[in-house]
């Protein structure tokens, strides 16, 4: 850990232990604490149970995770907010729960988040839907929810989040790099466009350049991690390459395994009368590659697919943000 990302979580857990004395001041007397308990704001969640939640972020015991909802989208900036800034997402997370409101402004961009009645009332719904299975977490819905209910592209949709949301909660792209802007990251590198088309190998591989240096945070077909057929509407999923975990592959299957991003010459290795579509990587298709992902609350998620030929079916884009500062 770096001396400014000692500092940061020191930050950060001097944040969360302030809010957590503010709960049970000395002297305070059972009613007082109790009444301290409760989100000013009307969150359904006690001080004391979002101090655990945060805690174990913290400590790196938990990550954002979105269970069945269609935050994949806020699970990824949040996870890399956690990861860089870790006294942002603990203030982000006690200012909600507090006042019911925050702003992400750097220089590059601002992102207002409210807390909507309805996305504090929704999760009790949710809930009820999902009697016996594991729920998502207050902390969770808290920041994801906000974050994506005050964000979407018309303001007429900004009502709150709700358990029939999954069409409105979908993130787009444009939003996305919203949100990482707020947080001081502008995109090196952008794939994505608008989103309406596959990407390809070419520029997969070529976002895995900048792996050692960035966030890349891509859009794929949930088929590249559970197997299946691709489908372009239903399965679009938003996941970070895990940063702890170069993506790798094997030249022609053989000799040992070598950096992703360093491919790119390989496109070119094509006859004469095949350059046109060298970028499809063709050539490529069968060679062994290992991809690990941060989703669905996991850091080392590897893809079920295991070939550079899985890729641009699966591929819509993706960006390469450079850290958070």
Same mark, same amino acid.
């Given at each position: *850990?770096?001396?400014?990302?000692?500092?940061?979580? %020191?930050?950060?857990?001097?944040?969360?232990?302030?809010?957590?004395?503010?709960?049970?001041?000395?002297?305070?007397?059972?009613?007082?604490?109790?009444?301290?308990?409760?989100?000013?704001?009307?969150?359904?969640?006690?001080?004391?149970?979002?101090?655990?939640?945060?805690?174990?972020?913290?400590?790196?015991?938990?990550?954002?995770?979105?269970?069945?909802?269609? =935050?994949?989208?806020?699970?990824?900036?949040? =996870?890399?907010?956690?990861?860089?800034?870790?006294?942002?997402?603990?203030?982000?997370?006690?200012?909600?729960?507090?006042?019911?409101? =925050? @702003?992400?402004? @750097?220089?590059? #961009?601002?992102?207002?988040? $409210?807390?909507?009645?309805?996305?504090?009332?929704?999760?009790?719904?949710?809930?009820?839907?999902?009697?016996?299975?594991?729920?998502?977490? /207050?902390?969770?819905?808290?920041?994801?929810?906000?974050?994506?209910?005050?964000?979407?592209?018309? &303001?007429?949709?900004?009502?709150?989040?709700?358990?029939?949301?999954? #069409?409105?909660?979908?993130?787009?792209?444009?939003?996305?790099?919203?949100?990482?802007?707020?947080?001081?990251?502008?995109?090196?590198?952008?794939?994505?466009?608008?989103?309406?088309?596959?990407?390809?190998?070419?520029?997969?591989? %070529?976002?895995?350049?900048?792996?050692?240096?960035?966030?890349?945070?891509?859009?794929?077909?949930?088929?590249?991690?559970?197997?299946?057929?691709? %489908?372009?509407? !239903?399965?679009?999923?938003?996941?970070?390459?895990?940063?702890?975990?170069?993506?790798?592959?094997?030249? !022609?299957?053989?000799?040992?395994?070598?950096?992703?991003?360093?491919?790119? &010459?390989?496109?070119?290795?094509?006859?004469?009368?095949?350059?046109?579509?060298? *970028? !499809?990587?063709? /050539?490529?298709? +069968?060679?062994?590659? $290992?991809?690990?992902?941060?989703?669905?609350?996991?850091?080392?998620?590897?893809?079920?697919? @295991?070939?550079?030929? +899985?890729?641009?079916?699966?591929? =819509? #884009?993706?960006?390469?943000?450079? /850290?958070?500062?």
């Amino acid at each position: *850990m770096t001396a400014a990302a000692f500092e940061r979580m %020191n930050h950060a857990r001097a944040i969360l232990q302030r809010f957590a004395s503010a709960g049970r001041p000395a002297g305070a007397k059972p009613p007082s604490v109790s009444a301290l308990q409760q989100s000013p704001v009307g969150w359904p969640v006690a001080r004391d149970d979002l101090v655990t939640q945060i805690d174990a972020r913290l400590r790196g015991t938990s990550m954002p995770r979105q269970l069945a909802t269609s =935050y994949c989208g806020p699970a990824a900036f949040l =996870y890399c907010i956690l990861k860089d800034r870790p006294d942002i997402y603990v203030s982000y997370a006690v200012a909600l729960w507090e006042t019911g409101h =925050y @702003t992400f402004r @750097t220089g590059v #961009g601002h992102v207002e988040v $409210e807390s909507a009645d309805r996305t504090k009332a929704s999760l009790a719904a949710i809930a009820g839907r999902r009697r016996g299975k594991e729920q998502i977490s /207050h902390l969770d819905w808290m920041t994801m929810a906000a974050l994506s209910a005050s964000t979407r592209p018309l &303001s007429a949709l900004r009502r709150g989040a709700g358990p029939d949301d999954v #069409g409105l909660s979908i993130t787009y792209p444009w939003v996305l790099k919203q949100w990482f802007q707020a947080g001081g990251s502008r995109p090196q590198v952008d794939s994505m466009g608008l989103g309406a088309l596959k990407s390809g190998l070419f520029m997969f591989a %070529n976002l895995m350049r900048f792996w050692r240096s960035h966030w890349l945070v891509i859009q794929i077909d949930s088929s590249l991690v559970t197997t299946g057929t691709p %489908n372009t509407f !239903e399965q679009r999923h938003w996941v970070v390459v895990n940063p702890n975990f170069q993506p790798r592959v094997r030249r !022609e299957g053989k000799g040992p395994w070598i950096a992703m991003g360093d491919i790119m &010459s390989d496109f070119w290795k094509v006859p004469q009368e095949q350059v046109v579509r060298a *970028m !499809e990587g063709a /050539h490529l298709a +069968d060679w062994p590659m $290992e991809l690990s992902l941060v989703t669905w609350g996991k850091e080392d998620f590897r893809t079920r697919m @295991t070939r550079l030929g +899985d890729i641009p079916a699966r591929f =819509y #884009g993706g960006y390469a943000f450079p /850290h958070f500062r």
